[in-house]
């Protein structure tokens, strides 16, 4: 992902400070909701269900108190990229005994082919990689300081 689709998938309306849920689907629901109300996301149904599924078929928690749940969908007309924090702390992962405390919800259109899409979701993931990252984003005050992290670590 270049610095500028890393520019065009960051949305000031697409960050969730504090997530008010705190199970796997109700999370996944709030993001999609708030995706929807941007105008990010055309049909939350569909896309909730893909989420769901591709939850089932594996868990996308990366480690570290971090999820990236992501998919290629018809109800994406662009990339973006929801930003999602939870001082509390989620269970993600039945068993994992690390809360997830960032989500990291990463849409592409379903055109997009399967390489652009995976390659968005490594460097999302990537950017989470260091400790000092993913402190800066769980304390950053704005969306703004979220999106010059992520712009730092990706470039």
Do not use: C, Y
């Amino acid at each position: 992902m270049s610095t500028s689709l890393l520019a065009s998938v960051l949305d000031p309306s697409l960050f969730v400070p504090d997530l008010r849920t705190r199970r796997k689907e109700s999370v996944l629901g709030e993001m999609i909701a708030r995706a929807h109300l941007a105008g990010a996301v055309r049909l939350p149904e569909l896309l909730r269900e893909t989420l769901v599924l591709r939850e089932r078929a594996g868990s996308t928690a990366v480690g570290k108190g971090v999820a990236v749940p992501h998919a290629r969908s018809l109800s994406v007309s662009e990339p973006h990229l929801v930003v999602a924090r939870s001082r509390r702390g989620l269970a993600w992962t039945p068993g994992d005994p690390q809360p997830v405390t960032l989500v990291l919800l990463a849409l592409s259109p379903a055109e997009v082919p399967a390489e652009g899409h995976l390659d968005f979701v490594a460097r999302v993931v990537g950017a989470t990689r260091l400790q000092r990252n993913r402190q800066k984003l769980l304390e950053a005050e704005s969306f703004d300081a979220v999106a010059a992290v992520l712009r730092e670590v990706v470039a």
